[in-house]
């Protein structure tokens, strides 16, 4: 879908990543830019997606075991980069955990919960530590037989990153690119002023604001559990698995959104973190010049020191109406 309006704004929504995702550029008329970043975008999605058997993360998965497949150098330098969460996240962050998230299914099994016994068995496949990288051919492989990588966790972060990339280069100075919600902002908008990310309250409907953000050429990730998930017997179920439980992590948090320079360091960081808590994440986000704002479940927010005086609080809940009736 293609808007183009008067005030030189181009807008493009589009499907991919297995999501939906909308690119804004202002003052440049530049549709063709626009059009070379989403084919970037669908290109990353053929090359990294865990559900696509011709991509090269399903090669790799396919010869776990095996031996070494040959990858391009982004595929290679991106696992490098995930590999490096994990060791930086003590393993909390580790995208040998598909399995697990087959195993769990969310939102494909409905409120489908499996035996510890399963969840056991398919843990001994999760180890980031079994990734083996050949720098020269610029191979990876999977030691064990069943193993297999899902790159959820940080894919659309560095798809964003890219679609930064092509903007800037084609002189684009104002943009708003938003994958699936990893927001990158770049410049300032038409008007001069800087952005202002809305950012979603974890407890009410999509849309419905947290606060509000005002940044200059950053990047704005948030990992909740209020996206994908099921209830079952009381207990919440989501899609981020806490590689050291092999369940949907037990998190003090229910959201943790992470402010910084680059998207797919912001996306990795924030899955971590979601399964760390705030306390842990603390250091990790220090380590990479990260900012943040944490809701925690007892329904208190916090804000790092980098970003207080740009982060506009509005309402933890939703506003209920004739409450006294
Ligand atoms: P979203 O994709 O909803 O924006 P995240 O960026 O937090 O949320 O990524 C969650 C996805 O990452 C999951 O759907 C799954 O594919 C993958 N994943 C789940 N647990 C982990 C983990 N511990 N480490 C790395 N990736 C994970
Ligand atoms: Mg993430």
Redesign the pocket.
């Known amino acids: 879908m293609t808007k183009i309006n008067t005030k030189e704004q181009i807008v493009k929504t589009f499907l991919a990543l297995g999501t939906v995702n909308n690119i804004q550029i202002f003052n440049a008329k530049k549709e063709y830019a626009v059009e070379k970043a989403i084919d970037r975008v669908i290109e990353l999605d053929d090359m990294l997606s865990a559900f696509k058997s011709d991509s090269e993360i399903s090669r790799i998965s396919r010869n776990s075991g095996i031996g070494f497949q040959k990858v391009h150098e982004d595929t290679y330098q991106l696992i490098r980069k995930a590999v490096l969460f994990s060791e930086i996240s003590n393993g ?4 040998t ?1 598909r399995p697990l ?1 087959k195993l769990w299914g969310i939102n494909k099994k409905g409120d489908f919960v499996p035996f510890d016994f399963e969840i056991e068995e398919t843990l001994e496949l999760v180890n980031f530590n079994d990734i083996k990288f050949d720098s020269k051919t610029k191979s990876i492989a999977l030691k064990k037989a069943g193993q297999s990588l ?1 790159l ?3 894919a ?1 972060g560095f798809a964003a990153d890219e679609v930064k990339r092509i903007l800037k280069k084609e002189g684009i100075k104002s943009a708003l690119i938003n994958l ?3 927001i990158v902002t770049i410049g300032k908008r038409p008007d001069g002023k800087p952005w202002q990310i809305g950012i979603q309250n974890p407890l009410a409907p999509t849309g419905e604001y947290l606060g509000v953000l005002t940044v200059t050429d950053k990047t704005i ?1 948030t ?1 909740g559990s209020n ?2 998930f099921f209830i079952k017997d009381g207990v919440r179920y989501h ?5 050291r439980t092999g369940k949907p992590s037990g998190s003090s948090l229910l959201s943790v959104t992470v402010i910084c320079d680059c998207s797919a360091d912001a ?1 990795a960081l ?3 973190i ?2 760390l808590g705030m306390e842990k994440g603390l250091p990790l986000l220090k380590q990479c010049n990260a900012e943040a704002i944490f809701v925690n479940e007892d329904l208190t927010v916090c804000v790092t020191p980098g970003i207080m005086d740009k982060f506009e609080f509005k309402s933890m809940t939703q506003e209920v109406e004739n409450e006294e009736q």
């Open positions: 909390a962050f580790d995208i955990i998230v899902d959820g966790g940080i659309k699936g919600g990893n990730v990992s996206e994908r899609h981020i698995i806490d590689p996306d924030t899955t971590a979601f399964i």
